[in-house]
């Protein structure tokens, strides 16, 4: 792994916010002025697709990116993405339906919730509530 791959692997793995990355670029920026969000993007998917990190969110625009790879679950808020990690024991011991046996094996469950941060919420107002 080059420097610049350590260090973009770092701030992921050090973070608890689930950052996105735009916000792992102003991270890595702080160390190395020079790179490019290109770069940084291009890293972390490599970093996802090795296992070393992972993602979350509702797409890959909005996606976070996630140093904890140790099973947990999210709230994913729908408007702006943000994502919480989630321990909830009842979820980790949901098995898989026999029916998945027939599309693949199952390595882990992960469970996103989904709605809207209180944050969030506030800002749009009761009016869209019920959306
Ligand atoms: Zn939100
Ligand atoms: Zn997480």
Redesign the pocket.
């Given at each position: 792994m080059t420097h610049q791959r350590l260090v973009i692997f770092e701030e992921v793995a050090k973070s608890h916010d689930h950052p996105d990355a735009e916000t792992i670029c102003q991270r890595v920026r702080e160390k190395i002025p020079t790179v490019s969000l290109d770069t940084i993007y291009r890293t972390l998917w490599m970093l996802d697709s090795l296992g070393l990190i992972t993602t979350v969110g509702p797409s890959r625009e909005k996606v976070r990116f996630d140093g904890n790879v140790t099973p947990h679950h999210h709230f994913v808020?729908s408007?702006?993405g943000?994502a919480h990690d989630v321990d909830c024991p009842g979820l980790d011991s949901v098995t898989a339906p026999e029916e998945v046996e027939g599309i693949g094996r199952v390595n882990a469950v992960h469970v996103e919730l989904r709605g809207?941060?209180k944050?969030?919420e506030k800002q749009t107002g009761s009016r869209e509530r019920h959306i």
């Open positions: 808020c408007i702006c943000e809207v941060c944050r969030c």
